[in-house]
């Protein structure tokens, strides 16, 4: 069956001693507390190698929030598939919606990554979502179609079942404003029975589908009991341990 995340995207948030202090502290939870699903954390790449050496029993998933669809070469400020790899990660977040925004990504460019990602043996978190104009159209299931259809329906029934989807509306992040838990499961579902018509239920029923988007303390639990919905990828609340820790005990 498919797995349970909670995900925490610092995005461009913490200086040296603040990550390191931040790691350390959720080492020290999860060193003394079981949790009943898979804790990641998504730091500004910088960090990665530091987070390697304090999580170096893999107690903490560790993705990259970028990755470049090259191979290697003339790409400054880029970073590889065979980097995130050569330093035991388990993989990167692709499209989301501020690399969307301010970086013109697409999903001809997601599927790219995924690609290079998959090759390198590692797990994109793919996420997708409307934004305000579309939800309010009413073209939010529309769009989330086609951005999954273009973004992954190329790959293999072996190589989708490594991807995690995100559902990130774009009008719920870091804006306090939250898809209601059956705006998150109407989606949620969606994409799960798109990747059943492709390539059967029982892949479907593997592939993790974690919303995101304002999730907090106090509204994951009720997000998280939906059916499609197996976690979440959590951006403003992650940046701090207590709230991060209330959302994986979301969970419990
Ligand atoms: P917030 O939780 O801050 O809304 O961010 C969500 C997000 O974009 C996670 O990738």
Redesign the pocket.
């Known amino acids: 069956m498919r797995k349970n995340i909670v995900a925490g995207?610092w995005?461009m948030n913490k200086t040296f001693p603040e990550a390191e202090k931040l790691m350390k502290d959720l080492l020290a939870y999860k060193s003394k507390e079981s949790t009943h699903c898979q804790v990641s954390i998504v730091p500004p790449s910088i960090y990665l190698s530091l987070a390697r050496e304090i999580f170096k029993n893999k107690e903490v998933g560790l993705f990259s929030q970028d990755v470049s669809k090259h191979s290697h070469g003339a790409y400054t400020g880029e970073i590889s598939a065979a980097m995130l790899q050569s330093m035991q990660l388990d993989g990167s977040?692709v499209a989301?919606?501020?690399r969307r925004a301010y970086h013109r990504e697409n999903d001809t460019l997601a599927k790219e990554k995924i690609n290079a990602l998959l090759a390198a043996g590692l797990r994109p978190i793919y996420?997708n979502g409307e934004s305000l104009e579309e939800r309010k159209a009413g073209k939010h299931l529309e769009v989330v179609k086609k951005q999954t259809e273009t973004a992954l329906f190329g790959l293999s029934e072996e190589e989708i079942k490594k991807v995690i989807i995100?559902y990130?509306p774009v009008w719920?992040?870091?804006?306090g404003e939250t898809a209601s838990p059956n705006q998150a499961q109407e989606i949620h579902s969606l994409i799960r029975n798109l990747i059943a018509e492709k390539y059967g239920r029982e892949t479907a029923e593997e592939i993790s589908i974690l919303y995101?988007?304002?999730?907090k303390p106090d509204n994951a639990k009720e997000i998280f009991s939906k059916p499609d919905v197996d976690g979440g990828?959590?951006?403003?609340?992650s940046l701090v341990l207590e709230d991060f820790i209330k959302i994986i005990q979301a969970f419990d």
């Open positions: 995207n995005k977040l989301h919606s501020e996420c995100a990130e719920a992040i870091g804006t995101g988007g304002s999730v990828l959590i951006g403003g609340a």
